[in-house]
């Protein structure tokens, strides 16, 4: 499998000195008492926003300072070709930093930062598919200057760096059972298979079978949590896909292993109760777990889809959590994990000291102590693309080749891409009906 050239473009290191004035103005604050911000925007991408340290006056900024990232932005060989192209304003695109003192937000519609000064950053991207190249580290001076050294002084880094990804496309629904492409330019490729089906349909029906065999007693069980009708319009479980190879071998597989279920008096799966899909791969001959994915439909006025994926690492009890964020619902996303080292989806990172890096955007787990394949990588490992509700939905998958050594790697992270897919319509309001296709004969049906 051919990669596709992907640029990681980040930004950090990120410090601000400030001289103290000798007659300190009343209502200013200095941000040595109080924290300042940057929004960092780079064309045709979302703006980012992070905090800045402050850095006092007579201190120097150490050379051997770990990077510790502010902002990642992820560029295509489109995106960076979209950048290139010359405009009236700009000979070359620039990564534009505007700081601000005081404290992000807004009061009563008002923004709580002042404006300090704004930073652009040329940027020269030819070639850094293939080379790294570093655009700006040092100090640059900020705002207004009256006089010598009596500016505020930003500290920056700035550098592009390769990260070849493999990019795989579904071809149509997963519930449909779709072929998975890879893309590489113009050329696709089919190299997976997906086949959806439902699970454990014995298990559902002889406990109906128990149910029939004491008519009286189920009558009084089923009438303490109501009717069989409204018992399984409030559930979905039992879904399964299954990734194979072009030689019909399974290579991964999502399970369904917690149901969906509406939480009490409601018709939506709760945070405090998620449904949760186990992700295998083949191994001794059977089936192995390799990561859990939690899903949840959130409250309030995001209404989004909430997900958490943690790692099952070998030897070991304790789940490792790469991913926990949210999804539109009725728009959709782009589920993400990017580890310590590198941005998560929120573009923050911890240092690489730090026992907990960021990943999408909420982590925890301790990566230095090798207690999970990818222990020696960081960066950007996956994302998912998928639509919202009632769109139709072909996810677009894209791995970095430093987590794929063979077809099972691959496989694994559709699995999870599919999995990330169907849990959209796994946490749809249980007043709405599913296709038929994830139907279970009549189960959805009577909801």
């Not at 900024?61 to 979209?82: C, E, G, R, V, Y």
């Not at 300090?116 to 940027?123: A, D, I, N, W, Y």
């Not at 930003?154 to 072929?179: I, M, T, W, Y």
């Not at 997976?192 to 349909?201: D, I």
Request: glycine share 8%.
């Amino acid at each position: 499998m051919d990669p596709c050239p992907f640029v990681r473009l980040t930004v950090g290191n990120l410090a601000l000195k400030i001289p103290v004035a000798s007659k300190p103005a009343r209502s200013v604050v200095h941000p040595s008492l109080s924290p300042c911000f940057c929004k960092i925007k780079l064309k045709n991408f979302p703006l980012q926003t992070t905090v800045v340290p402050y850095f006092p006056p007579e201190n120097q900024f150490p050379d051997n300072q770990l990077q510790t990232l502010a902002a990642t932005f992820h560029l295509s060989k489109a995106d960076i070709d979209k950048l290139a192209q010359k405009s009236i304003f700009s000979a070359k695109p620039c990564l534009k930093i505007a700081v601000y003192t005081g404290r992000r937000g807004s009061t009563c519609g008002v923004n709580s930062g002042c404006l300090l000064g704004k930073v652009s950053v040329p940027l020269d991207l030819a070639g850094t598919e293939s080379k790294a190249c570093v655009f700006h580290n040092g100090w640059i001076s900020v705002g207004k200057e009256t006089k010598k050294d009596s500016s505020a002084r930003f500290h920056l880094n700035v550098k592009a760096e390769p990260d070849p990804r493999f990019v795989f496309q579904f071809d149509g629904e997963p519930e449909c059972s779709p072929q998975v492409f890879q893309i590489r330019g113009n050329i696709r490729q089919p190299v997976f298979t997906c086949k959806f089906s439902f699970r454990n349909t014995g298990d559902r029906n002889q406990g109906s079978r128990s149910l029939r065999s004491e008519p009286s007693s189920s009558r009084r069980w089923l009438s303490s949590f109501g009717s069989e009708r409204e018992r399984l319009g409030k559930e979905r479980k039992g879904w399964s896909i299954t990734v194979h190879d072009l030689s019909g071998s399974p290579v991964a597989a999502a399970s369904m292993v917690t149901p969906f279920v509406a939480s009490p008096g409601s018709r939506r799966v709760s945070r405090s109760n998620p449904g949760s899909w186990l992700i295998l791969r083949p191994g001794g001959g059977t089936w192995k777990p390799w990561g859990r994915l939690e899903a949840w439909r959130e409250r309030g006025s995001s209404d989004g889809l909430g997900y958490r994926f943690e790692l099952i690492p070998d030897m070991s009890a304790a789940a490792i959590v790469l991913a926990e964020s949210t999804l539109s619902s009725s728009k959709g996303g782009k589920f993400v994990i990017d580890l310590g080292g590198g941005s998560g989806s929120n573009g923050r990172v911890t240092p690489k000291s730090s026992t907990s890096p960021a990943c999408s955007p909420r982590s925890s787990g301790d990566f230095r102590y090798g207690l999970w394949p990818f222990a020696v990588h960081q960066g950007f490992v996956m994302s998912a693309g998928v639509e919202g509700e009632g769109k139709c939905s072909k996810p677009r998958v894209e791995v970095s080749v430093q987590h794929v050594n063979c077809t099972e790697d691959a496989a694994a992270y559709v699995a999870l891409a599919a999995a990330v897919d169907l849990s959209i319509d796994a946490c749809r309001l249980f007043s709405q009906r599913l296709r038929k296709e994830l139907c279970n004969h009549h189960q959805e049906l009577l909801g």
